[in-house]
Structures are given as C-alpha cells and as structure tokens.
C-alpha cells in the first residue's frame, strides 16, 4: 500500500509533517513496513481541504494532526485486514 501525503505550501501549513510522522509512527508499531509505505508528494490538488492523503491513487482524504490515528484506524488498517 502506498499512501501519498502532501507537503506542498497548504497542507505543509497545515501540519503534514505531523502527519506523517504519526503515520510512519504507525506503520513502524504496528509491524507493517513491509506493506505500507509513506511517501511525501507535492500538490495532490486539493489545497483547500489541506492535509490531502492518497492511498494507491484512490480518493483524496482531509487529514490533520488531530485526526489522523482514525484515518490509519479506518483507512489503512481496515483495508489491509479486508
């Protein structure tokens, strides 16, 4: 699984650093290195919804610091035990 995070200005002023540290944070505890990969991409084109995450170029999710243990609870988590 390869999930794009957004450093472009918008989401960068938004914390997408954070962002994905939490998620590399994630990945690393819950043993999952060989099976996602965090990758940090420019403009996904969704700067108003900033911080935009891709998961295998599917659909642009909002994430933000506060939220994003329940977007890999929901997004990545569920679709690697589907």
């Known amino acids: ?27 690393k505890d819950n043993k999952l290195e060989d099976q996602v990969e ?6 996904l084109g ?3 919804q900033a911080v935009s995450v891709q998961i295998d170029g599917g659909e642009i999710e909002s994430v933000s610091p506060d939220n994003v243990y329940e977007f ?3 997004h990545i988590l569920q ?3 589907a």
Do not use: P, W
């Open 46 to 48: 969704h700067c108003t």
């Open 38 to 43: 965090i990758c940090a991409v420019f403009c």
């Open 1 to 27: 699984m390869k999930v794009n995070v957004c450093i472009g200005s918008a989401c960068h002023l938004r914390g997408s650093y954070s962002v994905i540290n939490a998620l590399q944070e994630l990945v």
């Open 72 to 74: 890999f609870d929901m």
């Open 79 to 81: 679709r690697l035990n």
